[in-house]
């Protein structure tokens, strides 16, 4: 039973990683893109608030907008909208997904 569990497991993590692409910082998606995050080279304090966000990695948001000139960066998850700034955005590393309605 357990090596049952195991297989599925294993078989739906294959799927997972099919469904994405390339790991790249939040601030290289395009406006409007659904997102995973996938990891965040921040410090403790940053993790903390990114956290307290709903920003995690697992997390699926939308980046809605960007300042053209290295502003903050508005993002969706679930009904939260919030702003990061740019270098913070720099440091959440997300994969493109190809799955429909994810956030």
């Known amino acids: 039973m357990v090596y049952a569990k195991l297989a599925g497991l294993l078989s739906l993590c294959e799927k997972r990683k099919k469904a ?3 790991t790249v910082p939040l601030t290289q998606i395009d406006n409007g893109m659904t997102v995973m995050v996938i990891k965040l080279a921040v410090g403790r304090v940053a993790l903390q608030k990114l956290a307290e966000m ?6 699926f948001i939308c980046k809605h907008s960007a300042s053209f000139v290295h502003g903050p960066v508005v993002i969706t998850k679930g009904a939260t909208k919030v702003a990061i700034g740019f ?11 190809n799955l429909k309605d994810a956030v």
């Open 20 to 22: 994405f692409k390339g």
């Open 87 to 97: 270098g913070l955005a720099q440091k959440v590393m997300v994969a493109m997904s």
């Open 54 to 59: 709903g920003i995690v990695p697992g997390a």
